[in-house]
Nanobody, 122 residues
């Protein structure tokens, strides 16, 4: 069974940090691009960051310099380190996968996790 399971979300104050994890199973993780996509209430899904099968990385401009994506192929896991969080980062964060290369159009991903809530508020 193909599965992505996110963890690490929560409530954090502005300026704080969180680390999200996404554990993958049921497919050849090494051959897939892994991305984080977020969705705020009433808004469309928005690409946040992605890492290609070969380690190439793409960030959305809104998180560049604050967020860091990484992957551990030995553990079939992708991470998103989020620093200097802002209230506008509040959203459900989804892990998504597609073969080989990252794209920024969320509609191109065919494997999704259930999402984890991130709330940035004082």
């Amino acid at each position: 069974e193909v599965q992505l399971v996110e963890s690490g979300g929560g409530l954090v104050q502005p300026g704080g940090s969180l680390r999200l994890s996404c554990a993958a199973s049921g497919f050849t993780f090494d051959d897939y691009a892994m991305s984080w996509v977020r969705q705020a209430p009433g808004q469309e899904r928005q690409f946040v960051a992605g890492i290609n099968w070969n380690g190439g990385i793409t960030y959305a401009g809104s998180v560049q310099g604050r967020f860091t994506i990484s992957r551990d192929n030995a553990k079939n896991t992708v991470y998103l380190q989020m620093n200097s969080l802002k209230p506008e980062d509040t959203a459900v964060y989804y892990c998504a996968a597609r073969p080989l290369m990252v794209v920024t159009d969320a509609r191109e991903y065919n494997v999704w996790g259930q999402g984890t809530q991130v709330t940035v508020s004082s």
